[in-house]
């Protein structure tokens, strides 16, 4: 929000000059920066409206931090004519509007407003328009509390603040029309709409250079009303930002007795008659303040004399000062934001200023740190796969594909962020692409969340784009599991590209051919936590030697590995430690139909050494077997 | 001679060996036919039960070992390699390494901070509910306040009973830790968080944030600018000038932020990194803890900004390019 610096000055005559009001601000009140000219711009809280969307508040705030004297004129208008009948008010529901002061006055002429009026409205972005209209948005910047201006001879049989009919329409003061509904408000005649209340004054009843009288608005209107009628149309104005942060019902007789002071002296405008319609206006809060409480709180050691001087200087009532450390405290009225002890802690601190605040080791009870099971996980995989080789990338959540068990977004940024990722693969794949202009070979991995069916897990994504990328890919995906503490897994064909990584009957992942070179893999970390929970145990080194046979046969093309290995495995070998592919050829003899491999066989028991005789016994069944069920060749 | 030293000056020997030559001679002076351990071994017949035995054990195990040593040399030296004239000054062959994201490093590097200041480290969802998000958090529905934190939502599933959202920040998981453990909590909370804006060099429609969490029943504001001095010097091993400002979050009370300055190397500007706060009895009752035997404090740092402060890097997007000539370079 903008304020003038000149305004500011002359509230608080003492002020420091513009560089360090605004440190002043900035360090102890709120977010505030330069702006060109006399102005400055304040980053409000956005609990701070009621009391501080204003030059009175913020001048209050200067004041408060630089321990100095304000002047504001904020005396209250006496003696003037109320409820008269000459003009009615009716609030269909005080929920929606609590309070709703109105005044009629008449003027000889709208006339122009004064050039340092306009010369404030200007710098704080706002355009003088007439006599009439400049003082009411005056006094929004005085005070803080939005204003209206009817032309009473306008109005028809009075004003009613009520909820908008569905499909009702208002054109706004700029000729912009705005079609309504039963959750805004309005401020209407027996005509119609006059204004969408809280937000914008309509066109009918406008105060113009011929209007002689007029009803003035200082009205409080429910602030979650305001707030989603101005999503809605959408239209943000000075008085919609204010309503939509919630004012103090207080501050709209405030306001009028202001307007009606400036209206009397620049246009020498009268008033005739008014009306006050109101609820039950906010009572008196009183907080304990406990200065033993604060110190502990905040760590800071001020005795109860300064708490009291500092809640003093931002305009607290302190009473019962005969409790040995401790007082009653009561905000000023049209601080909303402050309702229990933490709050009044935040004054008293920031207007010590939390700068003055010493660093202070915490004496706690030692309770060991722990670091939750994926997150460790997680880190392991991550170090495994660097030293494997490979780099890791980030991608964002969402994306352009969808599939079967994909979530939408309600309000996507764009059309190709319209879903929740399901897997890591898509973006695995363009990191591929878009780095392939620079490298020929890479290895790339992602761990990140995905979304199915609405249910959320932690995955890693592997990709390599390599020569035999799929084989490097398998070779990989074993050592890192086994890194991590699986040993029992399988990579099992599901279709002709992809194969499922399986461990104890629980499917973990799968593993993608892209194309020759190009291999992927994805893995679901969260079930892999629950599986390597144990710990490695150790297990006796082998006393005896290993005995090796290798065994070369020739298949059938359509014969795969895994058929042959699992075969080999069916066979349950005494004293078989391992079986590796050693060796394979396509186009056995230049034949299309056939392949060859080599198997190497490891022989090892625990118990002894194993003889030849003994090893050539188990071997010999392979040969066999390979041979019945396979179609196979021995070389 | 004793078998102890003669199996010392052998060993000792074999050594030196430096040729197929010397290795052969080498053979027959130990095991050749007149070899001195030949000898041992012929002389043993001459002993009595008990001594054969025991020398016999011994010259036996010698004999192997020679025999290894020989059968070990002699691959070695008869590779060729001593021969062959290796370019020494020839670069060496290119390893192909991984890197760890710049994000990740940085994470690691302030879960390490952290975890020898004894914070636990927990995750939580990144998709989240408006409960955890907004409501519990003292944000209320239909206030500007909320307009702080612009959120992605999701489209609801037929009679859904709330509103799913993109956590637009990591502290639900104050609200999730504090419902499901007892006081004292120490935790951080890295995590992915989303925000509905539009990109910029500053700003990303998803990055990562750390939250942290500090209660007790005497835990104040100046121990969390302790707990934070020390974070931030760590992190930078740089001299750094701290500076704290008034705030506003809904679930801190008194809020504040959080300002470092560099003083080392003249980077002389401040730099906003951080909100924080003391929790707000609100959250403590949400999370079902009475706030009357409780304080301590929260805060949140945009894990991204803290990386390009450290390594310099200019804009966030670059983060999420996957160019792994950028992620390269760490």
Redesign the interface.
């Known amino acids: 929000m903008k304020f003038s610096y000149p305004f500011i000055k002359k509230l608080v005559p003492q002020a420091p000059v513009k560089a360090k009001l605004i440190d002043g601000l900035?360090?102890?009140?709120?977010?505030t920066e330069p702006l060109d000219g006399d102005a400055f711009e304040v980053k409000l809280?956005?609990?701070?409206y009621s009391d501080a969307a204003s030059h009175w508040g913020i001048a209050r705030e200067v004041a408060a931090v630089f321990n100095l004297k304000i002047k504001v004129d904020d005396k209250k208008v006496v003696n003037f004519p109320q409820n008269k009948g000459l003009f009615k008010i009716k609030v269909l529901d005080n929920k929606l509007c609590p309070r709703y002061v109105g005044r009629l006055f008449e003027l000889k002429k709208v006339g122009d407003s004064p050039s340092w009026m306009k010369k404030l409205l200007h710098s704080c972005g706002l355009r003088p328009i007439n006599g009439v209209v400049d003082i009411m948005n005056y006094v929004m910047l005085e005070t803080g509390q939005p204003l209206h201006a009817f032309d009473a001879d306008g109005i028809e049989k009075g004003i009613i603040v009520r909820s908008a009919k569905n499909n009702e329409e208002i054109t706004s003061l700029d000729g912009v029309r705005y079609h309504l509904d039963e959750k805004d408000i309005v401020i209407a005649d027996g005509k119609g709409p006059l204004a969408i209340a809280g937000v914008k004054g309509g066109k009918r009843a406008e105060v113009n250079k011929n209007t002689r009288r007029i009803i003035v608005e200082a009205a409080n209107f429910d602030?979650?009303s305001i707030?989603?009628t101005m999503k809605k149309l959408p239209l943000t104005t000075d008085a919609s930002l204010r309503f939509?942060?919630?004012l103090n019902p207080h501050l709209a007789l405030t306001g009028m007795d202001r307007a009606t002071v400036l209206l009397k002296d620049i246009l020498g405008a009268k008033v005739t008659d008014s009306m006050d319609v109101s609820a039950k206006l906010p009572g008196k809060k009183i907080i304990e303040f406990n200065v033993d409480k604060f110190n502990?709180?905040?760590?800071?050691n001020l005795d109860k004399k300064s708490v009291v001087n500092y809640l003093k200087r931002l305009g607290f009532t302190i009473q019962d000062f005969k409790k040995s450390n401790s007082f009653l405290a009561e905000p000023p009225v049209l601080r909303d934001d402050i309702n229990?002890f933490?709050?009044l802690?935040?004054e008293v601190?920031?207007l010590c200023g939390?700068?003055e605040?010493?660093?202070?080791?915490?004496?706690?009870?030692?309770?060991?740190?722990?670091?939750?099971d994926?997150?460790v996980l997680k880190?392991k995989v991550?170090k495994i796969?660097?030293?494997?080789?490979?780099?890791?990338?980030?991608?964002?959540?969402?994306t352009g594909q969808k599939d079967k068990d994909s979530?939408?977004?309600?309000?996507?940024?764009s059309q190709d962020?319209k879903y929740?990722r399901t897997g890591l693969s898509l973006?695995l794949k363009?990191?591929l692409r878009?780095?392939s202009k620079?490298?020929d070979?890479?290895?790339?991995f992602e761990v990140?969340?995905v979304?199915r069916a609405?249910s959320?897990s932690l995955r890693l994504g592997v990709a390599l784009k390599e020569e035999d990328a799929l084989f490097h890919l398998k070779g990989i995906l074993s050592r890192l599991l086994e890194g991590v503490g699986l040993t029992e897994i399988l990579m099992k064909p599901d279709s002709k590209n992809r194969l499922l990584i399986e461990s104890d009957n629980n499917v973990l992942g799968f593993i993608e051919v892209v194309h020759k070179n190009v291999s992927l893999a994805e893995i679901n970390l969260g079930d892999i936590v629950l599986l390597t929970i144990g710990e490695n145990e150790y297990r006796p080194l082998p006393k005896y030697p290993a005995i090796m046979r290798d065994i070369s046969i020739v298949v059938p093309a359509e014969v795969r590995v895994g058929e042959v290995m699992e075969a080999i495995d069916n066979l349950s070998l005494k004293d078989v430690e391992d079986v590796d592919l050693v060796d394979y050829f396509d186009k056995f003899g230049g034949d299309s139909k056939k392949k060859s491999l080599t198997f190497r066989i490891v022989f090892r028991s625990y118990q002894k050494t194993l003889t030849d005789e003994e090893v050539e016994k188990e071997f010999s069944k392979i040969g066999q077997a390979l041979t019945r069920l396979l179609k196979a060749v021995v070389r | 001679m004793g078998i102890a030293s003669l199996r010392k000056q052998a060993l000792d020997e074999a050594e030196s060996i430096e040729d197929v030559k010397q290795l052969e001679s080498f053979r027959v002076k130990y095991l050749g036919r007149k070899g001195e351990l030949t000898s041992v071994l012929r002389s043993l017949k001459d002993l009595s039960l008990n001594e054969r035995r025991s020398l016999g054990e011994e010259a036996n195990k010698l004999r192997r070992d020679l025999e290894e040593v020989i059968d070990f040399k002699h691959k070695e030296l008869s590779a060729g390699g001593k021969e062959e004239i290796i370019d020494i000054t020839r670069p060496g062959k290119k390893v192909q390494v991984g890197h760890l994201h710049p994000l990740t490093r940085i994470e690691d590097e302030i879960k390490e901070i952290f975890t020898s200041l004894n914070f636990s480290i927990v995750e939580g969802p990144e998709l989240e509910s408006e409960y955890y998000n907004f409501d519990a958090l003292n944000i209320p529905p239909a206030h500007p306040a909320r307009d702080m934190w612009d959120t992605f939502w999701l489209k609801q599933p037929k009679n859904a009973k709330e509103r799913r959202l993109m956590r637009t920040h990591t502290s639900p998981m104050q609200i999730r830790y504090m419902e499901t453990h007892q006081p004292p909590f120490q935790i951080i909370v890295p995590g992915r968080v989303f925000r509905y804006e539009a990109t910029d060099a500053s700003h990303e429609i998803n990055f990562y944030q750390l939250e942290g969490l500090m209660v007790d029943e005497n835990i104040s504001l100046a121990n969390f600018k302790f707990i934070i001095e020390a974070f931030f010097k760590r992190l930078f091993k740089e001299k750094i000038e701290f500076r704290f400002r008034p705030s506003y979050f809904p679930f801190v009370e008194p809020a504040v932020e959080v300002d470092i300055k560099f003083t080392t190397k003249g980077r002389g500007e401040w730099l906003e990194v951080m909100g924080a706060g003391m929790v707000h009895p609100r959250v403590f009752e949400a999370a079902h803890l009475n706030p009357r035997d409780l304080q301590g404090f929260a805060f949140g740092v945009g894990i991204e900004r803290l990386a390009m402060i450290k390594y310099k890097i200019p804009d966030i997007r670059m983060f999420y390019t996957g160019d792994l000539k950028f992620i390269n370079q760490f």
């Open positions: 900035n360090m102890k009140a709120f977010e809280s956005p609990n701070r602030q979650v707030y989603k939509s942060h919630g502990k709180f905040i760590g800071l229990i933490e709050d802690t935040e601190a920031r939390l700068d605040l010493k660093s202070f080791p915490p004496v706690v009870g030692l309770q060991p740190a722990e670091i939750q994926d997150v880190s991550k796969l660097v030293g494997f080789g490979f780099s890791e990338v980030y991608n964002y959540s969402f979530s939408e977004l309600e309000n996507p940024i962020k929740l973006g363009g990191n878009t780095n620079d490298l070979n890479m290895r790339i990140g969340r979304w609405n959320e």
